[in-house]
Nanobody
Framework: QIHLVESGGGLVQAGGSLRLSCAAS????????MAWFRQAPGKEREFVAA????????YYADSVKGRFTISSDNTRNTVYLQMNSLEPEDTAVYYC?????????????????WGQGTQVTVSS
């Protein structure tokens, strides 16, 4: 069992930055994939970014490439999402997720554990 807790959300003006954190407790492995998803009101949950627990490879949705950076700190069992140049369209609840085996995927249905989410609101 893995427990995930997100933090770092809040209200920011367009063009600003936020850093989200996701602290994981429980067993994780180097092959574990960690991802960030988001869900805006009335929309489906969508993939944002992912990395492996070993921190080797990273993957991004086209909508956030060049603005968001995902990273992991194995010593703290924490994954981060640095979000720069935020836009009102980035407003959503952001969730971190873990996929124990199988590698990276953009499909939310294939992730095994989820955090409770943290709200990000970007004002224009």
């Amino acid at each position: 069992q893995i427990h995930l807790v997100e933090s770092g959300g809040g209200l920011v003006q367009a063009g600003g930055s936020l850093r989200l954190s996701c602290a994981a407790s429980g067993l994780v492995f180097s092959s574990t994939s960690m991802a960030w998803f988001r869900q805006a009101p009335g929309k489906e949950r969508e993939f944002v970014a992912a990395t492996t627990w070993s921190g080797g490879a990273t993957y991004y949705a086209d909508s956030v490439k060049g603005r968001f950076t995902i990273s992991s700190d194995n010593t703290r069992n924490t994954v981060y999402l640095q979000m720069n140049s935020l836009e009102p369209e980035d407003t959503a609840v952001y969730y971190c997720a873990v996929r124990l085996v199988g590698g990276f995927t953009e499909s939310s249905a294939l992730y095994d554990f989820w955090g409770q989410g943290t709200q990000v609101t970007v004002s224009s």
